[in-house]
């Protein structure tokens, strides 16, 4: 059990495979990232991020900082950063622990290896969720409903469009299979039993003088200005 600051706001805990490490990142002072490992924190790094992955034996992880992927040694510090074409969310270790998969907000999905190096990238037209398969292959997810497999050589294996219910298209109303009774509410509105006249109303033309200067009001007739 580690005890952290009673004003810290923890937005992600992320841990390592072997259960010996935990990544957590919090707000605090601009970003803070807390590595705790067998029960004891080891490292705090200045940063703020949003997400992160942990390597399987807790050494290194990643961590999405807004448009960057920075890579961390829990021993050395800050390894490389990976820059993106925006916010970058969802990283994730392949099981081989050499690729990251990533895709930022804009719908650019991204690989990249342990040094940081670009492996693949593709424009998906929306925001995607990356996922490895212990095979290696990687599956994207995207926000419009297209899912693709693609092998170790990042060529579609396929691809399909999820399509919801007929009866839970937008605009369609669900069929009802029995009366379901109604009933509305009264007093609960506020308008007034009688809508008041139209006239006179702060859009009655008049003579209004309008001028700028300390001191100076606004008032519907220039006789009565005043300082």
């Not at 940063?47 to 990643?62: K, L, M, P, T």
């Not at 029995?178 to 009264?186: C, D, F, G, I, K």
Request: hydrophobic share 45%; with cysteine; proline share 6%.
């Amino acid at each position: 059990q580690v005890a952290l600051d009673p004003i810290e706001k923890l937005t992600v805990i992320r841990t390592a495979a072997d259960g010996s490490t935990v990544v957590v990142l919090t707000i605090r002072e601009g970003g803070l990232i807390h590595v705790i490992r067998h029960g004891q924190l080891v490292r705090t790094f200045h940063a703020f991020a949003h997400d992160a992955a942990v390597a399987a034996d807790g050494s290194w992880f990643v961590a999405a900082e807004d448009n960057l992927l920075a890579c961390y040694d829990v021993a050395q510090g800050l390894r490389w950063t990976f820059t993106g074409d925006s916010v970058l969310l969802q990283p994730r270790l392949a099981a081989d622990q050499r690729r990251i998969a990533t895709a930022s907000d804009l719908g650019t999905a991204y690989v990249v290896d342990r040094d940081g190096q670009l492996l693949f990238q593709r424009d998906l037209g929306a925001l995607a969720a990356p996922a490895w398969l212990r095979n290696g292959d990687l599956l994207l997810a995207t926000w419009m409903g297209r899912v693709y497999r693609l092998g170790e050589d990042y060529r579609v294996k396929w691809e399909t469009k999820l399509e919801p219910a007929a009866d839970q298209l937008p605009g369609r109303v669900p069929a009802v299979t029995a009366a379901v009774p109604t009933e509305r509410l009264r007093g609960f509105e506020n308008a007034a039993a009688q809508p008041g006249p139209l006239t006179p109303n702060l859009l009655e033309p008049t003579k209004t003088w309008i001028g700028y200067g300390p001191g100076l009001r606004f008032i519907p007739h220039y006789e009565q200005m005043v300082d």
